[in-house]
């Protein structure tokens, strides 16, 4: 992460395969690219710049999902007590999952409803410790999970992520 708080882009790619892996939908020849992306992605910048992506992510998902909501005010979701809840509560479905890491992810999903930049609020506590970055990827997927479900479409985010690289690759281009 720079010094303010900018996510390298290629982490954030990396971030996001690193959800592809786990996505059970992901065959097993995209799921070997993927890991070979996370990993240069790692050697490149470092496993730490790959998991400020996935705060970054997560951030952006939980923001697409509460802008993304139609219908009757009775019918959305709440971030604080109804996608928050969701979300931690299906934590323990991950047996790697550490419920020590809970409060911190907690936290950024907080500060992510709350509409704050996730990376510079989770920066305050210092760095991103592998335990806790594991558990970032599995909320990140749950997040992905549940969007596809509000829009009855398996698969919805993960295009929709796709074209933003694609996009961001073309516009660089």
């Known amino acids: 992460m720079t010094s303010d708080g900018v996510v390298v882009d290629e982490a954030v790619r990396g971030a996001w395969d690193s959800y592809r ?27 730490e710049e790959v998991s400020w992506g996935t705060v ?28 928050i809840p969701a979300v931690i509560r299906k934590l323990p479905g991950f047996e790697l999952a550490d419920p020590a890491q809970v409060p911190m992810v907690t936290g950024v999903l907080m500060a992510a409803a709350m509409g ?16 806790e970055a594991l558990v970032h990827n599995f909320v990140l997927w749950l997040l992905a999970d549940l969007f596809d479900s509000l829009v009855e ?4 985010t993960d295009q929709l992520m796709r074209e933003t690289f694609s996009s961001m690759a073309s516009d660089a281009g």
């Open 116 to 131: 704050m930049d996730t990376v510079a609020w989770r920066n305050q506590f210092g760095p991103i410790r592998p335990k």
């Open 153 to 156: 479409q398996p698969g919805a």
């Open 56 to 83: 970054f992510l997560v951030g952006v998902l939980t923001a697409h999902i509460i802008g993304q909501q139609d219908g009757a005010e009775e019918d959305r979701l709440d971030p604080l007590s109804d996608l």
């Open 21 to 47: 892996i786990l996505e059970k939908r992901t065959s097993e020849e995209e799921r070997r690219q993927a890991q070979q992306r996370v990993q240069a992605a790692t050697d490149t910048y470092g496993r």
